[in-house]
């Protein structure tokens, strides 16, 4: 089984600022199978990049993601109001899918 | 617009079976795609417990494997999960999703507590 671990576990910041969240797989994550997702307190998560890099529809560009083998990154160029919020990456390369402990962007 | 919905006691015996169903709106099963459950216990990570094809081809998570039954009604469009023997150790909120490689898709959530 892929263990995800992410850092740091929660980032202080303002809005306007630029957030950086890692995310480091116990072992090479086939074929960079790296999603990210937001969750908001009460609601369910949100898809917001898959195959390390790629956005969701409908996922605004200050979102992006890099990153293959083991070591992953989601980075916020300029942090939203709405922004603020726990973000889990999950790796699905391979059987059993599992994700990261999250990561909490608060202000 | 595809829509997922968790259904199901809020409250469960330890011992007794877990049942949850998930009905889809918007998509229909048969076309394609997996379809999964997740859950997620109080401040813990998101843990995948199992998904399944419209076919009926389904994978389960080994740490959950032999309590968990999750099977595909295609003429109601939804899907549904067993859990059994649970402990307190299962209490969560439960996720359906549509499985696109990512979860691409999520039910709101459903919280099930196991206690008596």
């Known amino acids: 089984e892929i263990v995800l671990t992410q850092s740091p576990g929660t980032l202080s910041l303002s809005p306007g600022e630029r957030a950086t969240l890692s995310c480091r797989a116990s072992?090479?994550?086939?074929?960079?199978?790296l999603a990210w997702y937001q969750q908001k307190p009460g609601q369910a998560p949100r898809l917001l990049i898959y195959?390390?890099?790629s956005r969701a529809t409908g996922i605004p560009d200050r979102f992006s993601g890099s990153g293959s083998g083991t070591d992953f990154t989601l980075t916020i160029s300029r942090l939203e109001p709405e922004d603020f919020a726990v973000y889990y990456c999950?790796?699905?390369?391979?059987?059993?899918?599992?994700f990261g402990p999250g990561a909490k962007v608060d202000i | 617009q595809v829509q997922l919905q968790e259904s199901g006691p809020g409250l469960v015996k330890p011992s007794e079976t877990l049942s949850l169903t998930c009905d889809v709106s918007?998509?229909?099963?048969?076309?394609?795609?997996?379809w999964g459950w997740i859950r997620q216990p109080p401040g813990m990570r998101l843990e995948w417990i199992g998904s399944?094809?419209?076919?009926?081809?389904?994978s389960y998570n080994p740490s959950l494997k032999s309590r968990v039954t999750v099977a595909v009604d295609t003429s109601k469009n939804q899907f549904s999960l067993k859990l059994s023997s649970v402990t307190a150790a299962d209490t969560a909120v439960y996720y359906c999703?549509?499985?696109?490689?990512?979860?691409?898709?999520w039910g709101q959530g459903t919280m099930v507590t196991v206690s008596s």
């Open positions: 072992q090479s994550v086939s074929n960079s199978y």
């Open positions: 195959g390390a890099s």
């Open positions: 918007g998509y229909s099963i048969s076309s394609g795609h997996y």
């Open positions: 399944i094809y419209h076919s009926g081809s389904t």
């Open positions: 999950q790796q699905y390369g391979s059987s059993p899918r599992t």
């Open positions: 999703a549509r499985v696109g490689g990512p979860f691409n898709m």
